[in-house]
């Protein structure tokens, strides 16, 4: 533990913002920030936990000795390919058994990851890439019927800094994974205080936006999070979304896990058909999902076709879930709810596992740490009396001070004493629990996959077309929100699936293409002449629409 650690703003990554120096320093004399790497993590545990298994994926099991082993293996590899501590490396894996042993190494070399989800495709690899500087890019061959290295082929293109694309499994005309776990070598450990690796925000304009975190922020959020999800070295993670999202890497996640001793299960797919046998062969305790996920296993749990008695908590996060799913979930799956609302940022919120039914059916829950602060502030950011609704600025060890260079954004999503403005529209209850009413950002939450219509019109005003766009929401029973795109069209408006057809050619992933599509002569505007989205969800769910509006779904 270093209490008399050197200024940060030395230590720190180029382009990250430093937390200021007091705060720095009361975060550490707190306990907080306990000055280990991720590197150090495993490799103590490794020590403490050697044959216990640490991760499952398909018939390969490995336990910490041999997930320490197989990381210090891989380190070097990277080293020999000329990847050097602070280099950027973007990993875009499905859920593999291999994921967590790219990260230590990485994590090991002083390498900083950049956590990309499968569902990714070219627009947004490439800004990842690009915007990074990334030296190297990290993919499975197939998964889900498409095949990563024709994307890879297009970013390898587009990106001069990028220098290796590698491959988990058959690599093409790229390097193999496998061919890169050497005779493990002395490597300098990276500083705690230091960015570890970058998660991306839903973001609320343009592409993704790049969140820095360090190790002694993150680790300290495990720590906190292990404690109220009550994880020790019996517990068995499974890990149903995307390894790289901040969920299941962290909230405890599978991080957590590791942090604890306990085992993470990787489920290639999130739907009770796949994860339902593993729930039963690995006997796993604990999950995580989004909403529409849990409707879908809350459906399939009727069923009773396997042993789902081992699970004793059961996370729902990244969206809002109905206080009616969430009464659902004991009597259907016989264990505990835990509400989890987090952002990749920082802050994260759990229900206790031993709150009242009433606050775990009800509420968000309420911050990991006693140093987390929370303001809700109205629109001309004062704050709001007790109980009432305002949008929610954060700051505290965990959450961060800015994105990575991104000064314009910075100034206007962190107030000039570091508070994020998270965008989130909520109410604090008596006992100090979030409910999370709404959103004041302009994003679609479409079952806990975050869309910026911002990014999405951009893509189509390039469409010659098209005169203006507006991306909004609209309810949907199943997903939470869908998403609309009203176009104005320059002339005749073409056949709303060339719309579409033409953003999938730009490389938007999948879950971002408008699930409708509305032509309208013009926007509504608010008082100050902006686009008043408010008025165009209205007419969504207004009886009545211009007949001729094509739609597709
Ligand atoms: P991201 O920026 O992708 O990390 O997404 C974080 C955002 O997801 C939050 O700011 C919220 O808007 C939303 N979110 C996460 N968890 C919840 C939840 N339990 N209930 C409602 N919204 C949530
Ligand atoms: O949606 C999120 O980003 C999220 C949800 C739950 C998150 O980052 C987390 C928990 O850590």
């Not at 009770?272 to 909403?291: G, K, Q, Y």
């Not at 002339?491 to 050619?505: G, K, Q």
Request: some cysteine.
């Amino acid at each position: 533990m270093s209490l008399s650690a050197p200024s940060q703003e030395a230590d720190l990554l180029p382009g990250c913002t430093p937390w200021p120096e007091e705060f720095a320093a009361r975060y550490r004399e707190a306990g907080y920030w306990q000055g280990e790497t991720f590197g150090q993590m495993l490799r103590e545990r490794a020590r403490r936990h050697g044959d216990r298994t640490a991760v499952v994926a398909g018939d390969q099991r490995w336990t910490y000795r041999e997930l320490d082993a197989r990381a210090d293996q891989l380190a070097a590899g990277f080293k020999a390919l000329g990847i050097q501590p602070r280099d950027r490396v973007v990993i875009q894996l499905p859920n593999l058994g291999c994921f967590y042993e790219v990260c230590f190494a990485l994590f090991r070399l002083g390498a900083l990851p950049v956590f990309a989800l499968p569902a990714h495709r070219s627009a947004e690899i490439s800004s990842f890439c690009s915007y990074t500087e990334a030296v190297a890019y990290i993919i499975a061959d197939k998964h889900s019927g498409f095949d990563y290295r024709t994307l890879a082929t297009q970013v390898h293109a587009a990106v001069p800094t990028l220098k290796h694309v590698i491959v988990a499994g058959d690599a093409g005309p790229f390097t193999p994974l496998s061919q890169l776990y050497a005779t493990p070598v002395e490597l300098p450990e990276p500083r705690p205080s230091d960015v570890a690796f970058f998660q991306l925000s839903g973001g609320s304009t343009g592409v993704p936006k790049l969140i820095p975190r360090t190790h002694d922020d993150y680790i300290y959020s495990l720590r906190g999070s292990i404690e109220i999800c009550q994880l020790d070295e019996s517990s068995v993670y499974l890990c149903a979304l995307p390894a790289a999202h901040n969920f299941p890497l962290s909230s405890p996640g599978a991080l957590g896990t590791f942090y604890a001793g306990g085992t993470a299960v990787m489920a290639l797919h999130p739907s009770p058909d796949v994860a339902f046998p593993l729930i039963e062969r690995e006997r796993v305790t604990i999950t995580a999902l989004v909403p529409p996920l849990a409707l879908i296993w809350l459906e399939a749990a009727k069923a009773r076709r396997h042993d789902l008695s081992s699970l004793r908590v059961l996370q729902v996060g990244g969206a809002r879930l109905s206080n009616e799913a969430a009464q659902r979930v004991r009597p259907m799956l016989g264990c505990t709810l835990q509400q989890v609302y987090g952002m990749a940022e920082g802050l994260v919120n759990y229900t206790r596992l031993d709150d009242p039914e009433e606050l775990v059916v009800s509420t968000q829950g309420r911050p990991i740490s006693p140093a987390d602060e929370l303001r809700v502030v109205d629109e001309d950011g004062n704050e709001v009396a007790p109980g009432e609704t305002g949008q929610l600025l954060t700051r505290g060890p965990y959450t961060i001070r800015g994105y990575y260079k991104a000064e314009s954004a910075n100034a206007r999503s962190f107030t000039a004493d570091g508070f994020y403005c998270t965008g989130d529209l909520v109410r604090l209850t008596p006992e100090g629990y979030v409910v999370v009413e709404g959103r004041a950002k302009d994003l679609i939450n479409r079952g806990g996959e975050k869309v910026a219509a911002e990014e999405v019109e951009n893509h189509l005003l390039a469409h010659p077309a098209v005169r203006d766009a507006a991306v909004v929401s609209m309810p949907d029973p199943f997903l939470g929100e869908r998403s609309c795109a009203f176009v104005i069209p320059r002339e005749v408006p073409p056949p709303a699936t060339a719309l579409t057809a033409f953003l999938r050619e730009r490389g938007l992933a999948a879950y971002k293409i408008p699930d409708r599509v509305e032509f309208v002569e013009s926007f509504p505007q608010t008082g100050v002449g902006k686009v008043s989205k408010k008025a165009l969800r209205e007419t969504l769910t207004r009886p009545t629409r211009t007949p001729t509006s094509p739609s597709v779904s």
